[in-house]
């Protein structure tokens, strides 16, 4: 199969001719028919994910259809559309048993603890518990599309941050995390204001949902600027980003009570930002982690897609080769791209 392969952490990726995987007892292997580029990516290419062994093949984000299925499972066959959560459980635990796969102690990433979806042909395993079927109306890349961005996004406001009709949430940050999480904060009802540093970006905020936004490059406190557009704060903050001064930002943006959910990875040196604790402690606010969506909940997620009340088609930026996927992925830290970057052509 054609991949995408580095030896060494920050140097530049290859693509070349790789073994073609075969399923393990309890897994199936799927030919990726679309695959999404992502930040998380970027952090392990850098050497940040101590999960990753190298040499390796990275890519979380994807859809395509069971090649080939091992001997112990039993809930799918070849040729059937699928995607996965990029977390995956080993459904021995007691956070799998709990139905809290995507904190599973022996967690399953492809692209991170295996190597992943830069490829034509990717590995999955327990497969019983991990794989999602794809409705029929739904192409591969608006499923590939769904990976990490879109169905984190959705149980971080909907599980995670609780959002109700008329509540203020705040996005920082408007990439592929923050556009979905916008949008589906506006489907529940919920008011939102997105805070990014660039116009075009703030603008497609606006398409997906924001009733408010906050360029972050031409105030001094985007906190305060929330703060004032929300008459007193928002309920729910986002943190989409993942940056130590998007989170103190997030978190200085609530009202009393409020809650922050951190979406975007804290890795490096990056991974213990400040906080205003004092506030924390005197607005009873909370701060909540919120890592994948375990895949029996995607129906929910799915649900709301077959009805329409969620269109993450929309989020879709540039379709790419394999081959311009290196170039995509190094650039990931330039945070330069309109919406999600899929790879469709292999």
């Not at 990433?109 to 079927?133: C, K, M, R």
């Not at 941050?161 to 589906?184: F, P, R």
Request: glycine share 10%; hydrophobic share 45%; net charge negative.
């Amino acid at each position: 199969m054609r991949a995408v392969f580095f030896e060494s952490f920050a140097q530049i990726p290859r693509v070349v001719t790789l073994p073609d995987p075969s399923p393990v007892s309890h897994g199936v292997v799927v030919k990726v028919e679309a695959t999404g580029v992502c930040r998380s990516d970027w952090h392990g290419w850098m050497g940040h994910d101590p999960d990753i062994e190298l040499p390796h093949v990275p890519g979380h984000e994807l859809a395509g259809i069971v090649q080939a299925v091992g001997k112990d499972v039993r809930r799918w066959k070849t040729g059937d559309r699928v995607t996965v959560p990029f977390v995956g459980g080993c459904g021995a635990c007691p956070e799998c048993h709990a139905g809290h796969q995507q904190v599973c102690r022996h967690q399953f990433q492809p692209g991170f603890t295996h190597w992943g979806s830069f490829a034509e042909y990717v590995a999955i395993h327990q497969a019983d518990l991990n794989l999602v079927a794809l409705p029929e109306s739904m192409d591969f890349v608006t499923a590939a599309s769904l990976g990490c961005r879109f169905a984190t996004s959705f149980r971080a406001i909907v599980d995670q941050g609780k959002v109700s009709a008329g509540q203020w949430v705040s996005v920082y940050g408007c990439g592929g995390v923050g556009l979905s999480a916008i949008m589906i904060a506006d489907a529940l009802g919920a008011n939102v204001v997105a805070v990014d540093i660039t116009d075009d970006k703030l603008a497609l905020a606006r398409k997906m949902g924001a009733a408010e936004t906050v360029n972050a490059s031409r105030t001094t406190s985007p906190a305060e600027a929330v703060i004032d557009v929300t008459n007193g704060g928002a309920h729910v903050s986002i943190d989409a980003l993942g940056h130590p001064e998007t989170c103190f930002n997030s978190i200085q943006s609530l009202r009393r009570r409020g809650k922050h959910v951190q979406i975007g990875l804290m890795l490096a040196e990056h991974s213990t930002p400040r906080i205003p604790m004092a506030k924390v402690i005197a607005n009873e606010l909370e701060i909540i982690g919120s890592h994948g969506m375990q895949a029996h909940r995607y129906d929910a997620m799915l649900a709301m897609i077959e009805t329409g009340k969620l269109n993450p088609k929309r989020l879709v930026g540039r379709q790419i080769s394999l081959d311009e996927s290196i170039e995509a992925l190094m650039a990931m830290d330039q945070f330069h791209a309109i919406g999600a970057t899929v790879v469709n052509r292999f």
